[in-house]
């Protein structure tokens, strides 16, 4: 293999997704993700049993994703992994599955802070796909998270907004649950909204100061809006579904957007960008297509595959640390707290 080549493997254990992709030169050769079914009977995610599935899945995952890129172990040029933040008994895995390898394979370690992918998936080459110029504003949104970060370069990014209580993605789960629907219950409020009509009910937004986020007392309004409307007719959820999940959208989106504007606002760039899991929901897509018409924002919606949990963020970042020679230390633990 030529020696040009940098060839990364990177490894992907922070929740419920065991992932692993491989990277030529910055280019996605593979990317394959094992979800783990176990938890939709739990109605969430249980740590001790994500850990377990992580520890089963991670070896075939792996080596799918090296036979797939058609990459031998030998000419691997660096491991990256992600250190946090996440579960702690799903990051141990990957992590000490990544220092083993590395150590045995002898070559660099790289440690990559799950969030920062979410916003370098951005970087990955995609015929179609225009990348960010820095400075940008990314709002990353997820399942555990949902912040407002300023990007002024690769590994130089300041979280300007965030929540302060429940993360959106946790906004449409619980949500979802009080109408019934089984997790993770956001895409299909996201199914079930393109037919319904998203000014049927009104909820009334949280009032948060500056660029934070309050999603708690919004899945309270929707647990006693749903708890009040069924008393008066026992079949509300089931005749109105489309309507409820429409509307629950709309309020959501509108509540992301309102702070978007405000970030843009303050600090005057209009580049803003899009990721983690509800970056796949048609609704917050669709508000940044008009933005872009209505107020002229340049904005970067990514490919489906790259928005919930994948390696392939991971290995961009990896990429980007590697041309830094930015390789982690043998004694590196993984951190469920990790900030950007
Ligand atoms: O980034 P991700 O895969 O995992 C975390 O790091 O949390 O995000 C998962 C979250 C879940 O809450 C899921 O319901 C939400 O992303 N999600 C969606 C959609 N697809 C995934 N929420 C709304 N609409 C969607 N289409
Ligand atoms: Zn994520």
Redesign the pocket.
Known sequence: MADHLINILAIES??DDTAAAVLSNGKILSNIVATQEVHKQYGGVVPELASRAHQQNIVPVIHQALEMANIDKKDLSAIAFTRGP?LMGSLLVGTSFAKSLAMGLEIPLIEVN??Q??ILAHFIEEEGFDKPEFPFLAM?I????TQIVKVSDYFDMEVIGETLDDAVGEAFDKSAKILGLPYPGGPLIDKYAREGDPKAFQFTKPKVDDLNFSFSGFKTAVLYFIQKKTKEDPEFVEKNLKDICASIQYTIIGILMDKMKKAVKKTGIIQVAIG??VSANSGIRQALVDAEKKWGWKCFIPKFEYT??NAAMIGIAGYHKYLQKDFADFSVTAQSRYKI
């Open positions: 922070s929740c996440g799950h969030m992918a979410h990353t997820s399942g555990g998270h983690g899991g919930t949990d």
